[in-house]
């Protein structure tokens, strides 16, 4: 028998009606509890309790504004009533206005302090908005009153993992899997923790147990791989990246990171297509840039047009794969190079550019652009087919000046660089600080700092060692360092852009690398195909400069036994 109700216009109103419409609004039969409210509502239109639940049969169907338009009107009759409060925040979360929805669950808290659903969903919501430190005490406040509320402490444990507080992070997710061990949120959160944390063999237990339990979670998966290639697995990394790149084709992070591990294992015929992915991210590591003119590729002849080359990532990228440029010149076509501001003297003058511009400069008509990193994909760049370095000196009248500068000291000359900008992604990993660094000075050698900046964490050491000399400000652009460097007999760095300038100069040069190099110092080599005169010193494992340190004093040791006296 059919349970609809059918209630003509004039039909009397029951005194049970409320009760009846409520107990079918309970029993999920919501088309006959609405026709109920309504008829109750057009006897008694100030019934503030069929406004209420009229508001939240809305809400159930779906169609928020009407919901908050009841409850509000509910609420006008009845201020302190916290179940319209509290579904009038629902539905206005529902419908994006958070501020408003803060301030409903505010008036419930108000009214009713103890409301755990209202402060786990404000704590959830300004979590949302990114207002983490509000969200840590909202879910703090319901973990006091209820120390097992599990929705409230995972969402903790998220909200100090956005704050960086990665142990208590950690900790959190682990008791979250103490009270529900095949949790995969919780077990997917607390491996990335783990690997922001450095404890990579964690991490990686961490994604097999999620991968057990549902094998088919993309993000899983990637982040396998990155723990996988941050420990030097760099095949198994690729064999994970191209999972991941099965299950979501369009896995932006997945294509790109596939090609920087096929670049990094020599696989430069995967590599140079698939990094080409660097465009399509949503955290983009080389912004997309409209000329309003094609992007060159290769292929299509171009003598006679005029094309634009410019920078796109690092001063570093600039310097190594401006040696493309003559090549495109050699085409036929006029070429103009966009750089960074710091390199437009250093470059004025390199081969093939007929004109060196700075970013931000007013650019002429062009008919095509083509970033310079993506060069290689458009030669077809193969490891025996790599060009030689740009011809890049310093001015002789700013390396006499420096060369008067530092006066006629016979020692062998070393410069010094032992950490790039500390906006790097990867700078944890490639910097080293001065205090370690200093392992290097020995005598018989003078040494030069080519820092131009100096980190406040380094004063102290660098106090502490007069015999490393620090120009700092005196190295006010590229030509300046480059002419130092000229005076120098070896500089010794870590990966930096002045690794990559005096490589380019032919000037022998010491790079130190983490057990995660960047792709272009490859692997299992101490030499490299980019630059003749680089040594490589890499890290056995993960956090072990202490060794690398020890071999490169050793060679500088060899070094000053040869150096004529």
Known sequence: MSSTVRLPSHAPLDPNALAR???????????EAEALYRHILQAQPQQVDALQLLGLIEAQNQRSVEAVALFDAALALRPDLVAAWFNRGISL?????????????DRVLALQPEHAKAQYSRAFLLHELQRNAEALDGFEV?????PQHFEALYGRSVVLQHLG????????????LAMAPDHVDALFNRSLVLHQLNRTADALDGYDRVLALKPDHTEAVFGRGVALQACGRHRQAQDDYGRA??????????????????????DFDTGWPGYEWRFCQTEQVAPIRDFGVPRWQGGPEIRGKTILLHAEQGLGDTIQFGRYIEQVAALGASVLLEVQPPLQVLLADIDGAETVLAHGDALPVVDLHCSLLSLPLAFGTRLDTIPAPLTLRAAPSQVQAWRQRLGDDPRLRVGLVWSGSPLHLNDVN?????????????????????????????????????????????????????????????????????AHLAGTMGKPVWILLSAAPDWRWMLGRDDS?????????????????PSVLDRVRAALAGLVEQHPR
Not at 142 to 146: F, I, T, V, Y
Not at 529 to 545: H, M
Request: charged fraction near 20%.
């Open 21 to 31: 419409a409520h107990s079918l609004h309970r029993q999920g039969l919501l088309a």
């Open 93 to 105: 979360q529902t419908l994006k206005r958070s501020a408003d929805a803060i301030g409903s669950y």
């Open 142 to 146: 319901l973990l006091r009153a209820s």
């Open 165 to 176: 507080r990665h142990g208590e992070a950690v900790a959190g997710y682990e008791s979250c």
């Open 245 to 266: 790149c099965e299950l979501q084709p369009q896995h932006e992070r997945a294509h790109l990171n596939r090609s920087l591990c096929a670049l990094l294992l020599g």
């Open 430 to 498: 490639r910097s080293i600080p001065l205090a370690d660094f200093s392992a290097l000075l020995c005598d018989g050698v003078a040494f030069y700092s080519l820092q131009p900046e100096l980190r406040d964490s380094d004063r102290a050491a660098l106090d502490a060692h007069p015999e490393l000399r620090h120009f700092g400000s005196e190295l006010r652009q590229f030509t300046d360092t480059a002419a130092l460097i000229e005076a120098m007999d070896v500089v010794i760095t870590v990966d930096t852009s002045v």
């Open 529 to 545: 195909p980019w630059y003749p005169t680089v040594r490589l010193f890499r890290q056995p494992a993960v956090g072990d400069w």
